[in-house]
């Protein structure tokens, strides 16, 4: 059973930054995309950032310009720069890989304070 571990979350004033981080118990390039989805109350799980196999990426048009993801093959882990913090980025963010088709973190909380 494959594990995605995340860090690196908490509380951080709207402008601040957060890197989180995600680390698997295997080869990252046995998925073809990893990335990551985030949930705020009462809202539907929103596509975050993701990194495809071949190195291209996608974001969500909310954190567009603001996200960054990035991958350390060697660590097996994958990461979320996050910058320019607004309130409305408040949310569990959780580690996926293949969009939803695959494997799941445990989430991590991340509050944007106004």
């Known amino acids: 059973q494959v594990q995605l571990v995340e860090s690196g979350g908490g509380l951080v004033q709207a402008g601040g930054s957060l890197r989180l981080s995600c680390t698997a118990s295997t080869d990252i390039y046995s998925f073809q995309a990893m990335g990551w989805y985030r949930q705020a109350p009462g809202k539907e799980r929103e596509l975050v950032a993701f990194i495809h196999k071949s190195g291209t990426t996608n974001y969500g048009d909310s954190v567009k310009g603001r996200f960054h993801i990035s991958r350390d093959s060697a660590k097996n882990t994958v990461y979320l720069q996050m910058n320019s913090l607004k309130p409305e980025d408040t949310a569990v963010y959780y580690c996926?890989?293949?969009?939803?088709?695959?494997?799941w973190g445990q989430g991590t909380q991340v509050t944007v304070s106004s």
């Open positions: 996926n890989t293949d969009y939803k088709l695959g494997y």
